[in-house]
Structure formats: C-alpha cells, structure tokens
C-alpha cells in the first residue's frame, strides 16, 4: 500500500510539472515572435539616464531593438528562435569609430616617429600613389573590417579613395558606416580632376541612398588641400543630396599658421566665412581651435572627432576635449587610420582620452570613465549626426550591440562597470558582435568575414609595398 501510495505522488508531481511546462511553452508560443533575443548579463543602456540593468533582456526585430527591460519581463513576451545568453556578462551599445581612413591598414608600420608633414609627403603619399588602386582597398578594407569586428566597432566613419568599394565590402560584412569619398585638389588614385571626383561622389551617394548600413558622404580633404570654390561645390552637393560632410579641419599648428597668414583667418573661422559649416559636417581633429572657433562649431551643430592616439604619434597637439564637452559641442573619438596609429582599437582611445586630459590638465577628474564610454557610443553617434539611430540601447534603435566578457584576468575584481570598461577591459574581452540585428561576431568566431583569406591578402600587398617604394623594411 505504501509503494502504490509513493508512485501515486510520484505521479502526481510529474504530471503538475509536466503541466508547468507546457504552460510555460503555451506563453513563450503565445508572446511576440521576433528575430532575436539577448538574455541576461548586465546591460549598459546608455540611454538618456545612464540605466543600468542587471539580469536583462533585449528583443530584436527587423534590425530595431523592440524591447529591453528585465530578462524576465521580455523572456514572458517575446519568444524567439534565436537566443543568446549572455548571463554574467556586460552587453553594452557598439562602440562608433568617428574617423578612420580603412584601407590605410595596408600602410600599418610603413612609416612611423615623423610629423605630419613629412610622413605624408615622403611616405605615403608616394605610397599611395603607387599601390593604391581598387584591389588595394578592397584587401585594405576586409583587413580593417576584421580588426573592428573583434575590437566591438559596429559603425565607423571613413575618407578614403575608391569609397563604392569600400562601401561594398562593408556592406558584405553587415558593418555600419558613414563613408566619405575624398575630394582634392590634386590627382589620386580614384580620380585625377575635381570634375571626375565630384561626378563619382553624385554616383556613390545616389546608389547608398536608404541603405540601412552604409551612409554614403562626400570628403573634401581639408581647407588646405581643397580650393574655396570646390569647398563650396562640396556644401551645395550637401545641401542638394542631404549628404554628411566629412573633412579634417586643425589638426596641426602648421595649418593654423599657413590659414591665418594665407586667408587671416583660423581654418574654422574661414570655412565658417565661406558658408562651408553646417550641421551635416563631420569635423575630424580639431586639434587648434582659436578665438571664437568652439562657439562657432557649436553653432553650427559641427560634429567633432577627437583622435588622441594619432595626434600624440604624429605629435600634433592635443585638442580642448574637456572644454568642448562643457560647452556641448558634438564630440566623440576616432583611430584615425593605422597607418599612423596604428590601430583600429577603439579601447585604446578611451583609455587614452581619459588618461591624455587628466595630465594634459592636471585635473584628475577630467574626463571621468563614465565620459570616456559616452566619447565612444553615444556622444560619438551625435557627432556623426546619427543619434536617433545609434549610440544607445533603447526601444526602437538600431539593434548595434556588444557582449563583453566579466571575468578574464584584467577585469577581475569589477567594482564598477564604467571604470571597468574604459581603463580595463580590452579588445580581446568582446565575445559577441551584433549590428543591425544581425550577428556578425558570436563567442569570438567571424562569421561574415574569411580571417585566414584576409590575412593572406594583405602578406601579398605588404610584398608589392616594399618593392615599389625600393624600400628595405624588417620582417
């Protein structure tokens, strides 16, 4: 009696969880079907309070995120058939490259320890003239793409040659971007008058319009390089095609000196004069503003790229970061390209920002951790101009995120998360990268890009490199 009474229980218990958990199926089947779900970890929302959310859930659909809360709260209304579990980790927004010249990986080492003038003009302009052409950029971008995967780099901004390549190659990796074909006053690789630049940029910018990736831009070098005349076309193409422009403006005190002598004026207040500026720029460097120039760019809603790792190798300067912030410019962090980095590593640069402008001020609270992140993600989506889109984990953004290891040996004990990801976390700590909805780096595996292919390529240029310059380099 006693045996049939224990089988009776035993029964009844298997049948009351056998009820639980077709119950729970029946809610997961009812719930909204989406593409993706992230669950658990801690989530760095970025938003417009700083929330953070422990043991959270992040649903995905159509690119966008849908919803994000706790895990339990999006677990009972959504249900997918993709699901990453991100329990005892950080999943932070993907971090933004405000500026780089891609490619220019390729040139990684070529030439290091000179100033800028000199390393343009001896090295890679010859460099360029004689290697690049669109295979070149092509190998160049997928070797650049690969290194930003792995470092957490989900949008960045570019200038280069060739850019519907670039463009091509990005998209195929699933990559945001904003690209800027470049625009000078003298032949390159792409195109040798401004006539033929000007007519592939209305070319480029028409065939990346709506793309849910790529924003095509036109890149009117500097003011330096680029005459009033077709400074002004490039605004009017703007204003027409509602394209961004990107462009590099003071980065050296030579620039400075030669503009005020030559047009007595700062570079910012003689663009400014001309009508160039707007609220569609993107503004890499920024390294000497003088006079009324900071109020100038804030008035004119110019987004600003600070670049501390290249201007301090190519000893440049060091741009009023902290000043800008509390005055509410548009500011955010790029690499610059690592042919004077020379890397892509957007880590790196938030260590460094932190670090530069606590020295550089002798403040050691300049630039808190907390300001160093925000440089990298949502600060650095303003200045792009594409904060609606990106820069923060919220409901309807674009669904760029990261999933951070917590426990490697550089992050072990974690007191706080800010300080944690700025001064200790490094590129090697990001396991998973999604953007745009898609997964295109999962438990550090590339999944959109062939790494072993990549690598191969870029051994072949680096031999092509060093002949045509009859230069002798260590390997």
Known sequence: MRNRLIVLIALIVMAIDSTSEVTAQNRRATGQRVDLLVLGGTIVTMNATRELITDGGIAVSNGRIVAIGPRADVERNYTSRQRINATGRLITPGLINGHTHIPMVLFRGLAD?????????????????????????????????????????????????????????????????????????????????????????????????????????????APYTVSESHLKAARAFSDRTGAPIVTHISETKRELDDSVKEKGASPIAYLDRIGFLNDRVIAAHVVWPQGSDLDILKKRGVGVVHNPQSNMKLAA???????????????????????????????????????????????????????????????????????????????????????????????????NIYSDLVYATKAADVETVIINGRVIMQWRRLLTLNEAAIKRDAAVYREKIIKSLGTQIEK
């Open 113 to 221: 320890d000179l100033d800028l003038h000199d390393w343009l003009t001896r090295y890679i302009f010859p460099a360029e003239a004689k290697n690049v052409t669109e295979d070149f950029v092509r190998v160049g971008t997928r070797l650049g793409l690969a290194e930003m995967i792995r470092g957490g780099t989900t949008t960045y901004c570019d200038m280069y040659y060739f850019e519907d390549a670039i463009a091509e190659e990005t998209s195929k990796a699933g990559v945001r971007a904003v690209l800027g074909e470049t625009v000078i006053d003298f032949p390159v690789a792409d195109n040798k008058t401004n006539a033929e630049a000007m007519s592939y940029v209305e070319r480029f910018v028409s065939r990346w319009k709506g793309n849910e990736l790529i924003v095509a831009a036109i890149a009117p070098h």
């Open 317 to 415: 300067g060091v741009a009023p970061v902290p000043k800008m912030i509390q005055e509410g410019l548009l500011v955010g962090l790029g690499t610059d390209g690592a042919a004077s980095n020379n890397d892509l590593n957007v880590w790196e640069e938030m260590d460094t920002v932190a670090k530069l402008h606590k020295v550089m001020s002798g403040d050691p609270k300049v630039i808190s951790a907390l300001q160093a992140f925000e440089l990298a993600t949502i600060r650095g989506a303003q200045a792009l101009h594409l904060e609606k889109e990106i820069g923060s984990l919220e409901t309807s953004k674009r669904a760029d995120l990261l999933i951070i290891e917590r426990d490697s040996l550089n992050q072990v004990p974690l007191y």
